[in-house]
């Protein structure tokens, strides 16, 4: 009865293997044959002298023993070896010297050996699991999913795939204003993918520029057509976004492919995004025009680029100057972002000669020198230059008092009065 349970044992084993997926017939047949010579070493201190045959499609196997015909009294390791006297028991013409192969069945071993292959089996098939998943995600970096919330906690989500992987949204990878309940379907992309010890872990993000970008490719056709490009994009997760886009097929409009009919395209990622504002502009290599665009509703009067330190001076009639910035400075945060140049906005004051204007060096009377020095870092020298320049951006970027900014203001501005 016993070694009919020791043999069920072992076909349970087989057809638990046969389950598991993503695991290919050569990759099993070898961890299947890993793990029994695994056992066979630990019980007789090697397993180079036995040949292990596993069919896991019968789930059957045979193990072979090859031993040395020794003569009787010079048997030292029952293992490797066998008398002359026991080989030719199996056959009368065996003589020393000789190789005897024998069939061992496994299950006399009994049943601490079959529990151990059982063990050793399980913790091989994990490994693969744990390996085979990694492979999957690595691939998938970038790949837009959808997974079940399965636990929320403080700092980050649980969700399960459709195989039950677990994945993981930190609050870091999240839109502020995402909100989601267990059982609830998440989308995001697949953002990186860490295997620390050989413990694979799935971290998903919906702030990412990708994720982003693939929702575009997703909802407009021609994009997904490589008729359209895009070439950047900035964002404020849940806030606002700009993307620059580009086709090389003039008879496509790609802003308004991007939008849609009444902004059929655009809506359902708004909305996948938590009402982010998003802007889509022509991209162009032209840097001057680019960065006349990226600051849009803004119009622009004109601008001064330095291309070495990547800095552009834009000029702006002051009602457009608000516009520029943008709310809490968002406007502007993503023109710099999307054009990868440093953006200082002016007013563009009619009719001021540039002759006309004073280095603030020669304020040093009225003004400190180290207020100077604070506006100069910030790459304004003149006067001129200090009036045009919004209040705002003067505190923000000098790190300077209010109270400050607008002593130095007004003694300037007196300066012209006179």
């Given at each position: 009865?016993?070694?009919?349970?020791?043999?069920?044992?072992?076909i349970?084993?087989?057809?638990?293997?046969?389950?598991?997926?993503?695991?290919?017939?050569?990759?099993?047949?070898?961890?299947?044959e890993?793990?029994?010579?695994?056992?066979?070493?630990?019980?007789?201190?090697?397993?180079?002298?036995?040949?292990?045959?596993?069919?896991?499609?019968?789930?059957?196997?045979?193990?072979?023993?090859?031993?040395?015909?020794?003569?009787?009294?010079?048997?030292?390791?029952?293992?490797?070896?066998?008398?002359?006297?026991?080989?030719?028991?199996?056959?009368?013409?065996?003589?020393?010297?000789?190789?005897?192969?024998?069939?061992?069945?496994?299950?006399?071993?009994?049943?601490?050996?079959?529990?151990?292959?059982?063990?050793?089996?399980?913790?091989?098939?994990?490994?693969?699991?744990?390996?085979?998943?990694?492979?999957?995600?690595?691939?998938m970096?970038?790949?837009?999913?959808?997974?079940?919330?399965?636990?929320?906690?403080?700092?980050?989500?649980?969700?399960?795939?459709?195989?039950?992987?677990?994945?993981?949204?930190?609050?870091?990878?999240?839109?502020?204003?995402?909100?989601?309940?267990?059982?609830?379907?998440?989308?995001?992309?697949?953002?990186?993918?860490?295997?620390?010890?050989?413990?694979?872990?799935?971290?998903?993000?919906?702030?990412?520029?990708?994720f982003?970008?693939r929702?575009?490719?997703?909802?407009?056709?021609?994009?997904?057509?490589?008729?359209?490009?895009?070439?950047?994009?900035?964002?404020?997760?849940?806030e606002?976004?700009?993307?620059?886009?580009?086709?090389?097929?003039?008879?496509?409009?790609?802003?308004?492919?991007?939008?849609?009919?009444?902004?059929?395209?655009?809506?359902?990622?708004?909305?996948?995004?938590?009402?982010?504002?998003?802007?889509?502009?022509?991209?162009?290599?032209?840097?001057?025009?680019?960065?006349?665009?990226?600051l849009?509703?803004?119009?622009?009067?004109?601008?001064?680029?330095?291309?070495?330190?990547?800095?552009?001076?834009?000029?702006?009639k002051?009602?457009?100057?608000?516009?520029?910035?943008?709310?809490?400075?968002?406007?502007?945060?993503?023109?710099?972002?999307?054009?990868?140049?440093t953006i200082?906005?002016?007013?563009?004051?009619?009719?001021?000669?540039e002759d006309?204007?004073?280095?603030?060096?020669?304020?040093?009377d009225?003004i400190?020198?180290?207020?100077?020095?604070?506006?100069?870092a910030?790459?304004?020298?003149?006067?001129?230059?200090?009036?045009?320049?919004?209040?705002?951006?003067?505190?923000?970027?000098?790190?300077?008092?209010?109270?400050?900014?607008?002593?130095?203001?007004?003694?300037?501005?007196?300066?012209?009065?006179?």
């Amino acid at each position: 009865m016993a070694k009919k349970e020791e043999t069920i044992s072992l076909i349970d084993t087989f057809s638990e293997f046969k389950e598991l997926k993503n695991i290919d017939r050569t990759t099993m047949v070898s961890v299947l044959e890993e793990s029994f010579r695994s056992v066979i070493a630990k019980m007789f201190g090697t397993d180079e002298n036995y040949d292990v045959i596993v069919n896991p499609d019968k789930g059957d196997f045979e193990i072979w023993r090859n031993r040395a015909v020794v003569e009787d009294e010079n048997l030292t390791n029952p293992n490797m070896q066998i008398s002359l006297t026991e080989a030719q028991k199996i056959d009368a013409s065996y003589e020393v010297g000789e190789e005897v192969t024998d069939e061992v069945i496994f299950a006399k071993f009994g049943r601490r050996a079959i529990l151990n292959l059982r063990q050793t089996l399980a913790s091989k098939i994990l490994e693969l699991e744990k390996d085979s998943l990694y492979a999957k995600y690595t691939d998938m970096i970038g790949t837009v999913i959808n997974a079940e919330v399965y636990q929320i906690w403080k700092k980050e989500i649980l969700l399960l795939d459709d195989d039950g992987n677990e994945l993981l949204l930190p609050k870091t990878e999240q839109i502020p204003s995402d909100f989601y309940r267990k059982g609830e379907t998440a989308r995001a992309v697949v953002e990186r993918v860490e295997n620390k010890n050989n413990n694979p872990k799935i971290v998903l993000s919906r702030i990412s520029p990708t994720f982003l970008q693939r929702l575009f490719e997703m909802e407009v056709p021609e994009i997904n057509d490589g008729l359209i490009t895009i070439k950047k994009i900035a964002r404020i997760p849940g806030e606002r976004a700009k993307i620059a886009v580009e086709s090389y097929d003039e008879r496509i409009d790609p802003v308004g492919a991007c939008v849609g009919v009444k902004g059929s395209r655009i809506h359902g990622i708004v909305r996948e995004l938590r009402n982010e504002n998003i802007d889509v502009i022509n991209y162009t290599s032209n840097i001057s025009l680019f960065i006349q665009r990226s600051l849009s509703p803004a119009k622009v009067s004109s601008i001064r680029l330095n291309e070495e330190e990547k800095r552009a001076e834009v000029f702006l009639k002051p009602e457009e100057v608000s516009l520029a910035i943008g709310k809490g400075g968002m406007n502007i945060k993503l023109a710099s972002m999307l054009t990868e140049y440093t953006i200082d906005v002016f007013r563009d004051l009619d009719g001021a000669a540039e002759d006309e204007d004073i280095y603030l060096d020669e304020f040093k009377d009225e003004i400190d020198e180290w207020v100077i020095n604070s506006i100069k870092a910030i790459g304004i020298d003149t006067a001129k230059a200090v009036l045009s320049a919004p209040r705002e951006m003067l505190i923000e970027k000098t790190d300077l008092e209010e109270e400050t900014v607008d002593e130095v203001l007004r003694i300037l501005k007196s300066e012209f009065e006179e």
